[in-house]
């Protein structure tokens, strides 16, 4: 493993994160929550205030700070170009673009093409993860500040984890495939902190089982014992990991073999959920958030047999998960692992995150149909239905009441 510095300096102007501001993957807390108004009605014409042409299609998901839409996309089918853009909110003119050339072959799925990697910044700085392209920060006028290095990756579906960054440290899971580790490194120079291989990495399959393996889930920090842990869901289980020395301090086991969604958790009932994708089993377990509670890890439930297909990640909402999946939305109780309700649109799979306004849930198809709903454990209660006519597997942002939603096709600012 080796490390590069790019000349350049971090810009001596920064972005503070406000409220308002959609940092990362799944917001500000990584939950899918927004802290601020959303709208609840569009159209592919009505209530757009921008929309700009993006040069291929993509799954990474848009963020928000201050003045500043950033979003990664690809620049050819073969993702030999992997840029990261940044659009001015107000208009959705494009400030500036980085691109990081990969000409060598580095294996997807069609479903997942490259640059599937949401960028996260702190205001200060932006940084994405590009596969075997590496790990790269700018500043947020566009200025190279460092690289990393990650070396070549080979999975059969590609990449897809989201970088997280930690007060002066940015986390990294660095799979799937064989070579799999997570890594933490040093905000400010891209020096690497740790790095803690995964002992269950393997080339597409298990060579045990035979079954197809990985996980493509991205960080999430929760309390644990008094402490931050980083917990990630990797093939077959949870690990937390030290977030200081990559230490892995405990472990949820119990899980599928395919890691899509990341980890959710209920921090007022100390449960973390974790749900496997392709029929895998899902598991329910104990946070430890205090001294007083069960031991980290300790199992809640664990749910096998006709699981659904299950890629984005859900909002939980008073012990209840609404989750996305390929049938429809699923509401589950956090306790049990019971499934309450399951809606189904016909014709209509769901790879995008769920992510929550007001007190109002939003779930977007793969036809790019947006289904605004109340939270409800008894029944789904339907609000609005949105449609923009693309295809969009992408998570959308929420901020100061508007929303960004990024299709195969184009990035949206609705409002």
Known sequence: MTRKLIAGLIAAIAFPVAAADWTQYRGPNRDGRSPDKAPTEWSKTEHVKWKVKLPHKGNSSPIVIGDRVLVTCAEDPAGAGRSLYCFDRATGN????????YEQKEPTHATNPYCASTPATDGKVVVVYHG????HCYDLAGKPVWSYETGPMRHIWGYAASPVILGNTVFVNRGPGAGHYVAALNLADGREVWKTPEPRAA???FAETGKWAGSWTTPIVAKSDGRDVLLIFQARQVNAYDPANGKILWSAAGAGDLAYSDVMIDPERNVGVALAGYGGAGIGFRLGTTPADPKPGT????TTGSNPQRIGSGVIVEGQLYLPSEPGIQCIDVLSGKIAWTQKFPGHNFWASIVSAEG????????GTTYVFTPDPEKFKLLHTNSLGEHVNATPAISNGQMFVRTWENLYCIE
Request: charged share 30%; hydrophobic share 35%; no cysteine.
């Open 94 to 101: 494009k400030l500036w673009v980085q691109t990081v050339k």
């Open 132 to 135: 075997s392209a590496g790990v």
């Open 203 to 205: 080339d597409d399959k």
């Open 299 to 302: 199992p809640l439930w664990r």
């Open 360 to 367: 109002r849930l939003y779930a977007t198809s793969q036809k």
